[in-house]
């Protein structure tokens, strides 16, 4: 089993829709939790970091389920510009390795 | 501010070549991270660097090795190259080892035929 999974998608989302998805983590003492953005061919962009309280930047919005081992990513007000590939990160150990899901891939359509 | 720097870009060997890809961190950061990703799948550790000493390693041959110079920028080698050592190469730089921020390089793109 993967450390992290996600669902491949595509998620194929109106302009000006709501998309949300998950990532599951496998490991409990996994510490920290981020969500990085992956345009094609390109490298990943930190999109932010996910708090146990929930967080929210502009119209992203992540959130933590320690109980459930399970993250997720809500973008509101779907842009064409937020197509891309969304790969979820769970940091396991304490010097700083990061295990990444294979990634969810969002297309806006017009 | 110049963000990571990775060289080349693009690289075509052949199989039982050997390969050296070259990374500069951001300026000031210290901590150095190589992955692999294959096309479909996410990035996959491969070594971190602090401080010029390997602090971590992930699942990956011998074959793979790397080294961080006293100005913190780093290589990474890799002997006798198989076809599927094909991928994209990143590194990433964060500013110490416990940063949990990672910024990537636009990475090299590794064909191996």
């Known amino acids: 089993r993967k450390e992290v999974e996600q669902d491949p998608g595509p998620f194929n989302v109106p302009e000006g829709a709501t998309v949300a998805f998950n990532c599951t983590y496998s490991?409990?003492?996994?510490?920290?939790f981020f969500w990085y953005r992956q345009d094609c061919r390109k490298e990943p962009k930190l999109l932010m970091s996910?708090?146990?309280s929930g967080n929210e930047d502009g119209r992203f919005t992540a959130q933590l389920n320690r109980a459930s081992q399970y993250i997720s990513l809500l973008i509101r007000d779907s842009k064409l510009s937020d197509s891309a590939t969304y790969l979820c990160?769970?940091?396991?150990?304490?010097?700083?390795?990061?295990?990444f899901g294979a990634g969810t891939q969002v297309v806006v359509t017009p | 501010d110049a963000g990571v720097t990775q060289s080349p870009t693009h690289l075509i060997k052949t199989r039982g070549q050997h390969v050296t890809l070259r990374c500069s961190p951001i300026?000031?950061?210290?901590?150095v991270s190589w992955y692999q990703q294959v096309l479909g799948q996410g990035p996959q550790f491969i070594f971190q660097?602090?401080?010029?000493?390997?602090?971590g390693r992930g699942n990956f041959p011998d074959r793979f090795s790397a080294r961080q110079f006293p100005n913190y920028s780093s290589e990474l080698n890799v002997n006798a190259l198989l076809l599927g050592d094909s991928a994209l190469y990143l590194c990433?730089?964060?500013?110490?080892?416990?940063?949990?921020?990672?910024?990537f390089g636009p990475g090299t793109r590794l064909t191996v035929t």
């Open positions: 300026s000031g950061h210290k901590s």
């Open positions: 990433a730089s964060s500013l110490l080892q416990f940063s949990y921020e990672q910024y």
């Open positions: 990160v769970a940091l396991t150990d304490s010097w700083g390795k990061f295990q």
């Open positions: 660097y602090y401080e010029k000493e390997e602090r």
């Open positions: 996910v708090y146990s």
């Open positions: 490991n409990s003492a996994s510490q920290s």
